[in-house]
């Protein structure tokens, strides 16, 4: 057990919807990343948040955003779902600001399906 | 822009086998870490081990042991005597700094092991 819980597990909706993933991370865990695995791009970083506020920023859609609150946990938002954002999305979080020695330790996952 | 390569897709060994997965990397950060995670069947990734780009020191934990050569940019992971709960897919990752002192990992494809009883 990571210590970082992810909800829900499973989603599963259609096309054009939004749906809301959210993460809370390991105790005393002030950094939170989120990543997206694919069938056809692999594992790919998506965002990283600090303490509240967007640290840096991979390849995430325009249509995907995400905050982190006072309470530390996050949430990643997907919006106007296409068939291509059927993946397995994972939260890490790490202590600290996200230093370069520092593991990040994953969540068990949401699995989207669009359907 | 980084890069990590493990080039073996899927690996099967008979049980008690060794097994050596490859992972080569492209960085121009000097100073970088080195990671490997496990994602067993049931999905969660597992962080293994980390190693930076200034330690060249073999390490061996119970029946996992890394090579890390940065002459050849490659952080090779043996497991000894493989048993069953090992299949699984596992990933080499990089540390790339993001700038104000943050870090995303970038991650290879992924290799496949079975290990087949």
């Known amino acids: 057990d990571s210590g970082v819980t992810q909800t829900p597990k499973h989603l599963i909706t259609a096309t054009g919807q939004r749906v809301t993933l959210r993460c809370s991370p390991r105790s005393g865990d002030l950094s939170v990343y989120w990543y997206q695995q694919s069938l056809d791009q692999g594992l790919q970083f998506l965002i990283q948040y600090y303490n509240g506020e967007e640290r840096a920023k991979g390849n995430i859609l325009e249509r995907f955003s995400a905050q982190q609150f006072p309470d530390l946990h996050s949430e990643l938002n997907l919006s106007s779902l296409e068939l291509g954002d059927s993946a397995l999305y994972f939260c890490?979080?790490?202590?600290?600001?996200?230093?370069?020695?520092?593991?990040?330790?994953f969540g068990d996952g949401t699995r989207l399906s669009i359907l | 822009a980084q890069k990590v390569t493990q080039a073996q897709t899927e690996i099967s060994v008979v049980e008690k086998e060794d097994v050596t997965l490859d992972c080569v990397y492209e960085t121009r950060d000097t100073t970088y870490y080195l990671f490997w995670y496990k994602q067993p069947p049931s999905g969660e990734l597992v962080f293994l081990i980390r190693r930076n780009s200034f330690d060249e020191q073999n390490e061996i934990s119970g029946r996992y042991s890394w090579n890390f050569q940065k002459s050849t940019s490659s952080f090779n992971f043996t497991i000894t005597a493989s048993q069953v709960v090992d299949s699984a897919v596992y990933f080499c990752?990089?540390?790339?700094?993001?700038?104000?002192?943050?870090?995303?990992?970038?991650f290879g494809k992924g290799t496949k092991l079975s290990v087949i009883p």
């Open positions: 990752a990089l540390s790339e700094t993001s700038g104000a002192g943050s870090y995303q990992l970038t």
């Open positions: 890490a979080s790490s202590v600290g600001v996200g230093g370069v020695d520092q593991p990040q330790h």
